[in-house]
């Protein structure tokens, strides 16, 4: 059985104080989670708190994005080789917010996806289709070319070393969740896509759901067969509900 996961994206929130609050929130709720996966990914300059407030725990951490590039003259980005020397396990890339806002391509990401590999990180990617694609009865043909890219340049068995995080770009911080059968949908049809390249990948990888994910819908999503835990944006900056969520994940695989 593939072991949930479940991460917070913390996005551009927070303060030093905040992140050092919600740090310690969740070190002090997590000792009865035992079968998910827990990880947080703050924002860049808060790494360095993170490592040090999560020394000696099981919970893992990792950065919202990181450079294509291994290093060198690229003003205000950040590798893979600096996340990893701060104790990364995650780099998330491709995220929607980032495909939009700051026009990254297919071929950006999948160069992020290898760049993290090439350090050890394990690259969360992140597929999913706008509202608009949706209505048009373009979901699978969006989610094929997230996916489709990362294959291309990183081959089956490379795309294996990361995690796929669903994401409808319609469900993420608008409140709307995907229905536990909509969301399954897709991931049943990512995983039969890698299934068609090799089915010892499409069997392990994680395919983790994320769109205003919350305590209340967290384990209906995880129950479903091709969910493998969530990608938490807004419920994930409260340790209560961020808790509430990896306890669902548990409740769902017991
Ligand atoms: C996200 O941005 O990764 C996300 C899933 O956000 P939210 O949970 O707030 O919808």
Request: glycine content about 12%; hydrophobic content about 40%.
């Amino acid at each position: 059985m593939r072991q949930p996961l479940i991460a917070g994206n913390w996005k551009m929130n927070g303060s030093k104080a905040d992140s050092t609050d919600l740090l310690n929130g969740i070190k002090a709720g997590v000792a009865d989670i035992v079968r998910s996966e827990v990880a947080v990914c703050p924002p860049f300059p808060y790494l360095y708190l993170t490592e040090q407030l999560l020394a000696g725990t099981l919970i893992r951490y990792g950065a919202q994005d990181v450079s294509r590039e291994p290093g060198g003259a690229f003003t205000g980005q950040v590798s893979a080789s600096m996340l990893k020397d701060f104790g990364c396990t995650y780099a998330i890339v491709g995220h929607s917010e980032r495909r939009l806002f700051n026009g990254e391509t297919n071929a950006t990401v999948a160069r992020k996806f290898a760049e993290a590999l090439s350090t050890g990180l394990v690259p969360i990617l992140c597929v999913g289709e706008t509202l608009e694609e949706r209505e048009q009865g373009k979901t699978e043909e969006v989610v094929a070319s997230h996916l489709d890219a990362v294959i291309e340049h990183c081959g089956v068995d490379g795309l294996g070393r990361g995690v796929i995080a669903y994401e409808p770009v319609w469900a993420i911080g608008t409140g709307v969740t995907a229905t536990p059968e909509q969301a399954q949908d897709v991931h049943a049809f990512l995983r039969q896509r890698i299934a068609a390249k090799s089915g010892d990948v499409a069997s392990a990888i994680r395919i983790l759901y994320g769109g205003s994910m919350k305590p209340s819908n967290a384990e209906e999503l995880i129950r479903k067969p091709d969910i493998d835990g969530g990608l938490i944006g807004g419920a994930a900056l409260k340790a209560a509900d961020f808790l509430a969520i990896c306890r669902a994940g548990d409740a769902a695989t017991a």
